[in-house]
């Protein structure tokens, strides 16, 4: 929709190196890239708990750079699922949906839907690439080309869909 950024998430978990990793990329409404984020966190995670903090993480971004029309994609499920009805079964996740419900009262409009892999795989990379990082790392503007590419892939097979 005009005039409406997209955010898509995802989060990645290495038990071996007890680090989580979120991996977070903004498009305006014509698909182009306007933010990339790659959080990393040393800690051990638990899948929708990472899934959950990297929406939250991108709407705290999103509100940030002054935003007031989004649409958060995750490509879990559950999680997304548990936004929408606002109920979750894991209490450590509630707290996390419940800032994300405070979260979403900043925006005019602020939409969630689920995104197949297939589509978010920009994230999905951008994610793992955090695990691998000391500091976090941010890109406004200027991207780099694999940042770039996934992104356009991303964004053509999601038209495709709709």
Not at 22 to 32: L, M, P, Q, S, T
Not at 73 to 94: E, F, M, R
Not at 142 to 157: H, M, N, V
Request: hydrophobic content about 40%; proline content about 1%; aromatic content about 8%.
């Amino acid at each position: 929709m005009e005039g409406v950024n997209k955010i898509n998430t995802d989060a990645a978990i290495s038990t071996q190196s007890i680090r989580t990793g979120k991996g977070i990329v903004a498009r305006n409404w014509k698909g182009e890239v306007l933010k990339a984020w790659a959080i990393m966190e040393e800690k051990l995670g638990e899948p929708e708990i990472e899934e959950a903090a990297a929406i939250r993480a991108a709407m705290q971004l999103g509100k940030a750079a002054g935003w007031r029309r989004i649409e958060v994609q995750s490509d879990c499920k559950n999680v997304i699922d548990c936004i929408l009805t606002v109920s979750c079964n894991n209490s450590n996740c509630a707290v996390i949906l419940e800032d994300i419900q405070q979260l979403r009262e900043f925006f005019e409009q602020c939409n969630f839907s689920f995104i197949h892999r297939e589509g978010n795989e920009v994230c999905h990379r951008l994610a793992k690439f955090a695990l691998k990082l000391v500091n976090d790392v941010y890109w406004e503007s200027c991207f780099p080309g694999w940042i770039k590419d996934l992104a356009r892939i991303d964004y053509e097979s999601n038209e495709l869909l709709l």
